[in-house]
């Protein structure tokens, strides 16, 4: 029998008995195609997505960086494949629940614009929410970030990559990444088995660096890193009416005698106030954690929901906090920090503080340095001096020694304080709207991603609605030793 491709209901309003509303539902139903939905789009190719053998441009990672580089590459004209590992797109926006993407604005004017700018404005405005006053920033920098709505902002997210006409394949991972001939091979691990694909170009927004691990490539990894948190939403109880002194001594109890762990509240002073001040949201610390393998990962997790465990029987203990609940938490342990790239140009602390613009800049990033401690316990936090614009460098994404492969997101290269700023989620969209485009232009002139014209990408991103930064300043010699230096590495 052949289905039609229209919506069956018919039958349903005798065996449900509803009158004339159900028969006027019924009708605009059966008027709608099957993957048609009202908002006029045919998810069919999208849903029903059939792997293809190749593609100008493969993205792995569907987080911030992810998404807007395959949006990008895409809109750009290239035939783009996305792989993310989960079931949603966003990263750790969405798995990991910080919904809270920043910065996009800085002294009082727009730095990030583009494709992610598109999709958190979105997101907003759908669910109603005023954007922050960003004209007044008084140094504050979380009162500058966009709060976005999980559920809208994963499903607008799919709407955007299905309108850019990228293909999305959930569940599936890189195995194995080949070089063949000017691209690449990939293989990738699907709950049907092992697949491979062909692609001009790779972008590696897994945020850990997989792709160029897989490739062969060194990557640099700190000897510590910074602590993992699990974000959760607490309620059941009055804050106004906890008392703090005999809390914080309960818990100073509990750590010594090993219930607690001191990280499982990471603020310096005043903990079990700063954890139930904050609802439970981005107030613990998970340490000694990684998230560059599954192995580690997988500690990771486990270690995130031991802690919450503990949290809950601790202050259920505790006067005033009888009813404590977990309301929801998210899917994953959130990840700061795993490993990055050995690139053509390294973002050192200074040039992020002082706002160095490299000749190959190709976004802003704005952030304090931002690192949480190691032991778990505080954060050291650096507000930049009024007036500095941090930039990235298209060098800092590109591995060296590597051949039409970027990275985009916070794995791109950068010694580790400079990272701990760029690594947040506006300056990671910006990355990767500058990766896909780069990608497409690679891809659509059949050569490497170095032998881009700095110009053709500059005036694409900003066709694209990004922001790039003013370099017109630094001199053609400055450019053109750039240049050469980095075909020099290429041809080692
Ligand atoms: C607790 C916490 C608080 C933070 N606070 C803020 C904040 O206030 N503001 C802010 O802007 N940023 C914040 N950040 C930082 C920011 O969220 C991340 O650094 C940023 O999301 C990194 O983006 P990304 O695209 O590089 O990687 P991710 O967001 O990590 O996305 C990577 C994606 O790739 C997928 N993936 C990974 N490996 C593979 C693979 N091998 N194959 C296929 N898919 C893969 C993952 O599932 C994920 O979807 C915070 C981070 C954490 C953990």
Redesign the pocket.
């Given at each position: 029998m052949v289905r039609s491709p229209y919506v069956e209901v018919a039958g349903r309003e005798g065996v449900l008995g509803i009158g004339k509303k159900y028969k006027e539902l019924y009708i605009l139903y059966r008027c709608i195609p099957l993957n048609e939905t009202r908002d006029g789009r045919d998810w069919s190719l999208f849903t029903r997505m059939k792997l293809e053998p190749d593609y100008d441009v493969v993205v792995?990672?569907?987080?911030?960086?992810?998404i807007v580089a395959a949006v990008q590459a895409a809109r750009a004209g290239a035939r783009t494949l996305l792989?993310?590992?989960?079931g949603i797109l966003?990263?750790?926006?969405t798995?990991?629940g910080?919904n809270?993407?920043?910065?996009f604005h800085a002294w009082g004017r727009q730095i990030i614009a583009g494709i992610g700018w598109e999709l958190v404005e979105r997101t907003a405005h759908e669910e109603g929410r005023p954007l922050p006053d960003f004209a007044n920033y008084n140094g504050f920098h979380?009162r500058m970030?966009v709060l976005v709505n999980k559920a809208i902002y994963a499903g607008l997210a799919d709407e955007m990559v299905h309108d850019s006409g990228a293909s999305v394949l959930f569940h599936?991972?890189?195995a194995k990444v080949e070089r063949d001939g000017e691209g690449w091979s990939l293989t990738l691990c699907l709950k049907e088995g092992l697949r491979e694909v062909s692609a001009h170009v790779l972008i590696d927004?897994?945020?850990?660096a997989?792709l160029v691990h897989l490739a062969g490539l060194p990557l640099s990894r700190g000897e510590s890193k910074q602590p993992?948190?699990l974000?959760m939403h607490a309620a059941g109880y009055v804050f106004e009416d906890l008392d703090f002194a005999v809390l914080e001594q309960a818990f100073v109890a509990a750590v010594e005698n090993g219930e607690m762990l001191r990280s499982d509240f990471y603020a310096k002073t005043n903990p079990v106030r700063g954890f139930l001040r904050a609802k439970g949201n981005?107030a613990m610390h998970v340490i000694g954690v990684d998230g560059e393998t599954s192995q580690s990962r997988t500690d990771a997790e486990l270690q995130a929901r031991r802690a919450m465990l503990r949290i809950i029987r601790f202050l259920r203990k505790q006067p005033g906090l009888e009813k404590f609940h977990i309301e929801s938490f998210a899917t994953e342990c959130?990840?700061?920090e795993t490993a990055g790239i050995y690139g053509e140009t390294c973002i050192t602390l200074e040039d992020y503080v002082t706002g160095r613009v490299w000749p190959d800049s190709v976004c802003h990033s704005f952030y304090p340095i931002d690192l949480h401690s190691c032991d778990g316990i505080g954060i050291d936090i650096r507000p930049l001096e009024e007036g500095v614009f941090p930039t990235i460098p298209l060098g800092a994404l590109l591995p060296r020694d590597s051949r039409n492969l970027i990275v985009?997101?916070?794995?791109a290269c950068g010694e580790r304080m400079a990272q701990s700023a760029y690594?947040?989620?506006?300056s990671?969209m910006a990355m990767?709207q500058a990766a896909g485009a780069v990608a497409a232009l690679a891809a659509g002139q059949g050569c490497e991603l170095r032998e881009v014209s700095l110009s053709d990408l500059r005036e694409l991103l900003s066709r694209h609605g990004a922001i790039v930064p003013e370099t017109s300043h630094l001199t053609d010699e400055i450019s053109a030793e750039v240049e050469t230096s980095i075909l020099r590495t290429v041809e080692v």
């Open positions: 792995c990672g569907a987080g911030p960086a992810g792989v993310e590992k989960s966003g990263g750790t926006t798995l990991a910080v809270f993407p920043g910065l979380s970030q599936a991972m890189p927004a897994t945020g850990d997989n993992g948190t974000i981005n959130g990840i700061r985009a997101g916070r794995s690594r947040v989620q506006a990671c990767g």
